[in-house]
T-cell receptor, first 114, second 113 residues
Framework: GAGVSQSPSNKVTEKGKDVELRCDPISGHTALYWYRQSLGQGLEFLIY????????KSGLPSDRFSAERTGGSVSTLTIQRTQQEDSAVYLCASSLRQERETQYFGPGTRLLVL | GENVEQHPSTLSVQEGDSAVIKCTYSDSASNYFPWYKQELGKGPQLIIDIRSNVGEKKDQRIAVTLNKTAKHFSLHITETQPEDSAVYFC????????????FGTGTRLLVSP
């Protein structure tokens, strides 16, 4: 079946502009995660959604970052007033509630802030 | 919080050789340890995982070992092939509630023909 999809695959923006990144999780997966991967680094947790529960936002690096998940499916990560240090690959993952430790990742969105 | 260290950062082997990647974790309560393979331009893909109630798990050419006392776990790839070339990440988490994976910094494996 279809895996996790993300769009756009690449995004180039100017410093100070806002960007929106989209994630479509695997159908039926109730848990959704956003991670950030900077060049040559590991994955850094950003935010976690589980069903209708309040999201865990403990990994968001600043108040310029926000995310929402509509209807328990698609999620959007928004970065306001982008900075050059926001340049990274943003990865989304999803998992089944009953197998929540097994996270399936999308291909990521490569963000470049000029 | 949990902290995961991974070594080496790069590893070059000849085709057919074995490769070993090692990780250590800090939180003794962590009990789930997955390994991910990331190919260029793609998202990480789960290749094997282990829970704290076992010491070793194998899947064909891939095996993972866990030493809870020393808080370290390792990925072993035997009979390496060029298509094994990728970046490998270890991770650790508590297997209850929210599954916030804490990742190592990755190992770039290069298998030369």
């Amino acid at each position: 079946g279809a895996g996790v999809s993300q769009s756009p695959s690449n995004k180039v923006t100017e410093k100070g502009k806002d960007v929106e990144l989209r994630c479509d999780p695997i159908s039926g997966h109730t848990a959704l995660y956003w991670y950030r991967q900077s060049l040559g680094q590991g994955l850094e947790f950003l935010i976690y959604f589980q069903g209708n529960s309040a999201p865990d936002k403990s990994g968001l690096p600043s108040d310029r970052f926000s995310a929402e998940r509509t209807g328990g499916s698609v999620s959007t990560l928004t970065i306001q007033r982008t900075q050059q240090e926001d340049s990274a690959v943003y990865l989304c993952a999803s998992s089944l509630r009953q197998e929540r430790e097994t996270q399936y990742f999308g291909p990521g969105t490569r963000l470049l802030v000029l | 919080g949990e902290n995961v260290e991974q070594h080496p950062s790069t590893l070059s082997v000849q085709e057919g050789d074995s490769a070993v990647i090692k990780c250590t974790y800090s939180d003794s309560a962590s009990n789930y340890f997955p390994w991910y393979k990331q190919e260029l331009g793609k998202g990480p893909q789960l290749i094997i995982d282990i829970r704290s109630n076992v010491g070793e798990k194998k899947d064909q050419r891939i095996a993972v070992t866990l030493n809870k006392t020393a808080k370290h776990f390792s990925l072993h790839i035997t009979e390496t092939q060029p298509e094994d070339s990728a970046v490998y990440f270890c991770a650790a988490t508590l297997n209850t509630g929210f599954q916030k994976l804490v990742f190592g910094t990755g190992t770039r494996l290069l298998v030369s023909p």
